[in-house]
C-alpha cells in the first residue's frame, strides 16, 4: 500500500515563510512526477508546481519567484519552500505523485490528505 503523508502547513502572516513536506512510503518500485496542489474555499483545485524525476520545475504564474519546489529521491519525499506568503495563498495544499508500486501494473496518482495553509495578519 502507497501513501503520501503531507507536514508543514499552519498559520503565517504574510510576507512570512513556510514549508511543506510530503513523503511517500510503501512498496514503492519508482517515484515520477511530484507535485503540489492547492484549493481555496469556492475554487477549483489548481496546480501550484511540479517537479520530474530528473529535477525539472515548473510553477503557475502566481507563484513564481516566491515558492520554490524540490525533492530527496533517496527519501521519497518533495519538499515546497513557501517565501513572500500573500493572504491569497490561502488553501488547503495537497501534494500529488505518479507512483510505481512494487508488482504494480504501470504508474498511477496519489494524493496526500492535503494541509491548510492560512496567511494573515
Known amino acids: 500500500q502507497v501513501q503520501l503523508v503531507e507536514s508543514g502547513g499552519g498559520l503565517v502572516q504574510p510576507g512570512g515563510s513556510l514549508r511543506l513536506s510530503c513523503a511517500a512510503s510503501g512498496n514503492i518500485f519508482s517515484v515520477n512526477a511530484m507535485d503540489w496542489y492547492r484549493q481555496a474555499p469556492g475554487k477549483q483545485r489548481e496546480l501550484v508546481a511540479v517537479i520530474t524525476s530528473g529535477g525539472s520545475t515548473n510553477y503557475a504564474d502566481s507563484v513564481k519567484g516566491r515558492f520554490t519546489i524540490s525533492r530527496d529521491n533517496a527519501k521519497n519525499t518533495v519538499y515546497l519552500q513557501m517565501n513572500s506568503l500573500k493572504p491569497e495563498d490561502t488553501a488547503v495544499y495537497y501534494c500529488?505523485?505518479?507512483?510505481?508500486?512494487?508488482?504494480?501494473?504501470?504508474?498511477?496518482?496519489?494524493w496526500g490528505q492535503g494541509t491548510q495553509v492560512t496567511v494573515s495578519s
Open positions: 500529488h505523485a505518479v507512483i510505481r508500486a512494487v508488482g504494480g501494473f504501470g504508474a498511477r496518482d496519489y
